[in-house]
């Protein structure tokens, strides 16, 4: 039975606090020489905890994430492995071979043969039990490396500079930077690192610990549309579900969608459009620099706000 922490403020409270917890000790463990193998180990064991769970897929975010953890292991790390795996060399250039040249093969056959034929859930189904696999065998390796080696950190011969000798490469992280901070500033919320973080940065309805919503410099989330009915499917959704988008949001939707009808609210006021062709406001197109810098996505109605694991039709 899965534990649902939107009815549970103790637990979702636990939860997030739990995920705080393990995703700042990983950080530090990952900086500190001594412990930066056991800070890959707690990382690619959290992920894949988190990959077990059947109603989203992260293996797309967290092979990335598995991608860069690698690049953390010492040297020694690989020359062990390598090492214990050279004493069944056979065996695993065979089934290289196998996985490499028939295994994936077929898989990514199959992979288009179902989702052309309808069968999404299968493909999704199909890469979970993967994902979960791969992650259970890097646990354990990089676990039996920490058991049999005790080698939780590097050697100094092995100290990567935080400052890289390419100054310029700083710019990378700066613009990473920035675009974490864009809710806050009241930009976007779209495409910000917040991903399934739940975090909300509206005005009167925020929910963040540090920052407060007071330093947007835009008030485009205070302009909150609230769908009543339409005539179109897609803002239906909202209208159902009870969430909300921006003025910007809804006009992006309707200037691209002409023939819709629609009642919306919006500060307190019920207005009617028989079709967002004729109205000047929906009409009137939204840029394509505006489309992107002020990209919000959904804020829930109804308190505490619910995960969004998905786009909704509008942002």
């Known amino acids: 039975?899965?534990?649902?922490?939107?009815?549970?403020?103790?637990?979702?409270?636990?939860?997030?606090?739990?995920?705080?917890?393990?995703?700042?000790?990983?950080?530090?463990?990952?900086?500190?020489?001594?412990?930066?193998?056991?800070?890959?180990?707690?990382?690619?064991?959290?992920?894949?905890?988190?990959?077990?769970?059947?109603?989203?897929?992260?293996?797309?975010?967290?092979?990335?994430?598995?991608?860069?953890?690698?690049?953390?292991?010492?040297?020694?790390?690989?020359?062990?492995?390598?090492?214990?795996?050279?004493?069944?060399?056979?065996?695993?250039?065979?089934?290289?071979?196998?996985?490499?040249?028939?295994?994936?093969?077929?898989?990514?056959?199959?992979?288009?043969?179902?989702?052309s034929a309808g069968w999404t859930s299968a493909v999704i189904d199909l890469r979970n039990i993967v994902w979960r696999l791969f992650s259970l065998g890097m646990a354990v390796v990089i676990g039996w490396y920490l058991v049999r080696c005790r080698g939780i950190g590097v050697e100094p011969s092995e100290r990567v500079p935080v400052i890289p000798a390419a100054r310029w490469v700083l710019v990378i992280p700066v613009i990473a930077?920035?675009?974490?901070?864009?809710?806050?500033?009241?930009?976007?919320?779209?495409?910000?690192?917040?991903?399934?973080?739940?975090?909300?940065?509206?005005?009167?309805?925020?929910?963040?610990?540090?920052?407060?919503?007071?330093?947007?410099?835009?008030?485009?989330?205070?302009?909150?549309?609230?769908?009543?009915e339409s005539s179109g499917s897609a803002l239906t959704i909202y209208a159902t579900e009870g969430y909300l988008l921006t003025m910007t949001a809804l006009r992006s939707y309707t200037s691209s969608h002409p023939d819709t009808s629609l009642t919306y609210e919006r500060d307190g006021v019920r207005v009617t459009v028989p079709s967002t062709a004729a109205d000047p406001l929906l009409s009137r197109r939204v840029g394509e620099w505006e489309r992107r810098v002020f990209a919000f996505r959904s804020i829930d109605a109804d308190e505490p706000a619910r995960c969004q694991p998905y786009f909704l039709p509008a942002g």
């Open 1 to 115: 039975k899965s534990l649902d922490t939107a009815s549970s403020p103790f637990w979702g409270r636990a939860i997030a606090l739990t995920v705080i917890v393990v995703e700042l000790s990983v950080v530090v463990l990952l900086i500190l020489r001594r412990t930066r193998v056991l800070g890959v180990f707690v990382a690619v064991v959290f992920h894949g905890i988190i990959g077990l769970d059947g109603a989203h897929s992260f293996a797309d975010f967290s092979s990335l994430v598995y991608a860069l953890l690698v690049l953390f292991l010492p040297t020694e790390f690989f020359k062990v492995v390598r090492g214990r795996l050279g004493q069944w060399e056979r065996f695993t250039s065979r089934a290289l071979r196998l996985v490499l040249g028939v295994v994936l093969p077929l898989v990514i056959v199959l992979q288009g043969l179902a989702l």
């Open 177 to 228: 930077l920035l675009n974490g901070l864009t809710p806050y500033v009241g930009v976007k919320t779209a495409y910000s690192w917040n991903m399934y973080s739940n975090l909300v940065t509206a005005p009167g309805k925020g929910n963040g610990l540090l920052i407060p919503t007071s330093w947007q410099w835009t008030s485009r989330q205070q302009d909150l549309v609230r769908i009543v």
